[in-house]
């Protein structure tokens, strides 16, 4: 869960830079840079819910 | 790659900026001050030693390579060319600060100024880690961040990078903006301090069997509350030095900056005193105090751009912000950070960062260059969360994956039975206060 959320915040980001490079339509270009924005929260996420299971396995 | 060199500056604002720059050591002192005082007495020593340490360490670190990545407009960098757009992704300067004329030019002002706010940003993780981190681990990894994480982040938004050319190789208002390093000192040092709270875990007592957090106050609250009205002194230096260096503003439009500064605290103290004074029955020095530094920190970002008032909106946003996510973070994400550094520099650098999108209507006016309002209200936002996607896209998992192979190579955390004593008596042989007497319940929480 941590390998893939740690991989999931780069992802996001190339969406993101994948967007500003590729699409010209505005609402395109918005979209796919919230999904990339949104595939980041995900990693974070996962991340974050990684330390959380090992925090508690350690208690 | 060696583009337009800005235009020399005049000697007038050479000297408030060097003025201003100089005001920067007493935002260390007040950070120093807050995290030793949000430690406990067990770790006070440690605290404050390791805070000359980093800060020192960062220094030397941005000096030998720091600077040569990070670069300045007008500077040679890195370039990339895709779909006949220039990408500037590292400045490409000689290491230690060679072949810049230290003469007061811009480029000098800039590399004088990064030498101290670099400190600032690893200030940052020491808040977060007090009381478990050893002092050694603590100089790598901020040679690690001071050295090639903030350089890089730093250089595509102040040095020319790709960031900053958003606005005119894309279209998104006048690119990423930063003047005061909401995102460059405050968000890096707080997704550093993220890394280092999961990869050093919590301090032992912190939680019981059931996850439950207990807790650990800090041992001098005068401490904190002298270290913000320092930090205040010190931002508005940061903030007026960055104003005229990065954003371009003229020496008198430093009123503004100030005016703006003074204002985000004051309603970031206010709103958290008052929500805390609402939830809790009376007012939380410690919590007020991390409102008073969120408010700086989130106005950094837009402290040239935004009226006085979108400033104290920012400010009371940011106190109520760190209020609840302080005690969130702890409770429902085991995050043990003492110095509330996550959700005071990450989180309230994010707000400051995404405020400037939401306020943009002063740019116009202080921006040295030609900017319809058009282009400024199109993309501005946008250039601004692409900012904050690259913070989590690429900083985040970058510091991470540095602080955990450092990691694997020395171990980071202060071991268990010498936590209990206290990193002065493990580290220093000695603690802050040799003539107090330690209660023994100061070890009940064990």
Avoid at chain 1, 6 to 25: K, N
Avoid at chain 2, 25 to 48: D, F, K, V, Y
Avoid at chain 2, 352 to 364: D, H, K, N, Q
């Amino acid at each position: 869960m941590k390998i893939t959320g740690l991989l999931m915040m780069p992802a996001g980001w190339i969406i993101v830079l994948a967007a500003l490079v590729l699409l010209r339509a505005v609402l395109a270009r918005n979209l796919f840079i919230a999904a990339g924005l949104g595939v980041e929260i995900l990693g974070l996420v996962l991340l974050t819910r990684s330390h959380l299971t090992a925090k508690r396995g350690n208690e | 790659m060696s583009p337009q060199s800005p235009p020399a500056m005049p000697e007038v604002s050479q000297a408030f900026c060097i003025l201003f720059i100089l005001l920067l050591p007493l935002a260390l002192a007040g950070l120093a001050l807050i995290n030793t005082g949000l430690s406990r007495l067990r770790s006070a020593a440690h605290s404050m030693m390791a805070s000359l340490c980093v800060v020192g360490v960062a220094a030397v670190a941005y000096f030998v390579t720091g600077f040569a990545w990070q670069g300045y407009p007008g500077l040679s960098s890195h370039t990339l060319t895709i779909f006949g757009k220039e990408w500037s992704w590292l400045g490409a300067g000689h290491f230690f600060l060679r072949g810049v004329p230290l003469d007061g030019s811009r480029a000098s002002l800039a590399a004088l100024l990064q030498l101290l706010s670099v400190g600032l940003a690893a200030l940052i993780p020491l808040g977060a880690a007090a009381e478990r981190w050893r002092l050694r681990a603590c100089c790598l990894s901020t040679a690690l961040l001071a050295g090639i994480t903030y350089p890089v982040f730093a250089h595509w938004v102040w040095g020319g990078g790709w960031l900053a050319g958003l606005g005119a190789n894309y279209g998104l208002g006048l690119g990423f903006l930063d003047a005061g390093g909401s995102s460059t000192i405050q968000a890096v040092g707080g997704l550093t301090a993220l890394s280092l709270v999961w990869l050093l875990g919590p301090r032992r007592g912190k939680y019981n069997l059931e996850g439950m957090p207990a807790a650990l106050p800090g041992h001098n609250t005068v401490y904190v509350l002298l270290g913000c009205v320092l930090a205040l002194v010190g931002w508005m230096g940061l903030n007026a030095a960055g104003s005229i260096l990065f954003a371009g503003i003229a020496p008198g439009r430093t009123v503004l900056v100030a005016v703006n500064t003074l204002l985000s605290a004051s309603g970031a103290v206010l709103a958290a005193a008052a929500i805390t004074r609402y939830r809790f029955g009376k007012p939380d020095a410690s919590l007020s105090a991390n409102g008073w530094v969120c408010g700086l920190v989130a106005s950094s970002a837009g402290c040239a751009y935004v009226p006085p008032a979108a400033a104290l909106l920012i400010g009371l946003v940011a106190g109520a912000l760190v209020t609840y996510t302080v005690a969130w973070m702890e409770v429902h994400l085991g995050l043990d950070d003492p110095a509330g550094a996550v959700s005071v520099h990450a989180l309230g650098g994010i707000w400051g960062i995404l405020a400037v999108g939401l306020f943009p209507r002063t740019v116009t006016v202080l921006l040295p260059y030609p900017a319809t309002p058009a282009m400024i209200q199109s993309g501005q936002m946008l250039a601004q969360v692409v900012g904050v996607a690259t913070l989590l896209g690429f900083v985040l998992p970058f510091t991470y994956t540095l602080n955990w192979l450092l990691n694997r190579l020395i171990p980071q955390r202060i071991p268990p039975e010498e936590e209990r004593q206290g990193a002065d008596l493990y580290e220093l042989g000695a603690g802050a206060y040799p003539e107090f007497m330690t209660h023994t319940d100061e070890f009940s929480q064990w």
